[in-house]
């Protein structure tokens, strides 16, 4: 073991830290803002946003309770020798759980709010069979990330025979790769869908800035950066996707901000100019 492996070891640690520092700070303050100015506490949407943010921060906090255990520690890397290893596997695995319990509320939010726009749309066959692609592409997601979920707890406590086999790379990387298509497939149909509602208004001679227009913002945001964040992650493998926590924080908290923005506009006794 040489000063440079300890260097990369703790340097590695800080960012996961401080990406994990974030979520917790900016989720926690999201989850409470988001519930003293919102009217309607009773809506799914609401309802979908706020166990996102939840589970967000919950499984944030119990990473970082990770990162400070016997499991990542220095002890830990470079002998393989772990203290009080029931309750740093406990703490894994509660995360692991926490981790699929928030991809699922994240695909349930973009799937309802894809089935929100097109109920009113006049095709509804093509709309029916846009919603089932959208929501089985988000079911095949959560599929996915519950049978990593699965595997990772399986090892983590030693029963490593069975049918789950090996931890295998396809096991890690394809339930991140099928959240980012998820997240981009059905932004890209809210884009597109919004566009041609903002085309129309603006046919009709209404210009301002009102709901319609934030959503179709938020809905940009929240499929052009996590991807290039995602693409960047994988493209530099030395960062050890410490980058895509930070993609999903901004999907998470994109979802209830465009919700909170486009309610304030709507609700706005005068238009913007």
Not at 111 to 132: E, K, T
């Amino acid at each position: 073991i040489t000063f440079e492996d300890l260097d990369d070891f703790f340097n590695a640690q800080m960012k996961y830290m401080a990406a994990y520092g974030a979520r917790v700070g900016a989720g926690g303050m999201a989850f409470v803002v988001l519930w003293l100015v919102s009217k309607n506490r009773k809506t799914p949407i609401f309802i979908l946003n706020q166990l996102s943010l939840l589970c967000f921060l919950v499984q944030s906090v119990l990473y970082i309770a990770y990162l400070l255990g016997g499991s990542a520690n220095m002890t830990a890397v470079f002998t393989g020798y772990i203290q009080n290893s029931t309750t740093q596997f406990n703490i894994t695995a509660a995360s692991n759980v926490f981790q699929v319990l928030l991809i699922a509320f994240i695909e349930a939010s973009l799937v309802f709010q894809v089935r929100m726009i097109f109920r009113s749309n006049n095709n509804q066959l093509a709309a029916r069979i846009l919603m089932g692609t959208c929501g089985l592409l988000g079911l095949t997601t959560v599929v996915f990330y519950l049978v990593a979920c699965i595997r990772s707890i399986s090892i983590t406590f030693g029963s490593n025979a069975g049918v789950w086999g090996s931890m295998s790379k396809w096991i890690v990387n394809t339930p991140i790769i099928l959240f980012a298509s998820s997240v981009n497939v059905m932004s890209l149909v809210l884009v597109v869908k919004l566009l041609l509602a903002i085309r129309t208004r603006r046919y009709l001679g209404l210009k301002q800035l009102d709901s319609l227009h934030i959503l179709f913002i938020m809905s940009g945001q929240t499929m052009i950066i996590p991807s290039v964040i995602t693409i960047v992650d994988y493209a530099r493998s030395n960062l050890s996707f410490i980058l895509s926590p930070l993609g999903t924080f901004i999907v998470v908290l994109s979802l209830p901000l465009s919700a909170m923005w486009a309610s304030a506009s709507h609700n706005e006794s005068a238009p913007q100019s």
